[in-house]
């Protein structure tokens, strides 16, 4: 039986390497989100950039990956990732 995820109190991991992508279904079912194409891309252009720089994208770098491979922009994101 696989370990519970540890999880803070906003719901978000505490140790990042406890990710994968059947987590980030996991997390997304627990919000009700069935995960579209469009958020496994920006996902993946996320987890990308932060193995390649050491660090998270700046939210117009996904913005533009986005509108580069749908044609969608900053209202879509936030469709995508509401907050």
């Known amino acids: 039986m696989p370990e519970p995820l540890r999880l803070d109190a906003e ?4 140790d990042p390497a406890d990710w994968s992508e059947a987590v980030a279904e996991d997390l997304a079912a627990r919000e009700g989100i069935q995960l579209s194409e469009e958020h496994w891309s920006a996902i993946r252009f996320m ?3 932060l193995e390649e720089r050491q660090v998270a994208p700046d939210v ?6 986005l509108s ?4 969608t922009g ?4 936030f ?4 907050y």
């Open 11 to 14: 719901g978000y991991l505490i």
């Open 47 to 49: 987890r990308s950039w």
């Open 60 to 65: 117009r770098h996904v913005i533009k990956h």
């Open 68 to 71: 580069e491979a749908f044609g």
């Open 74 to 77: 900053r209202n879509r994101l």
């Open 79 to 82: 469709e995508l990732f509401p």
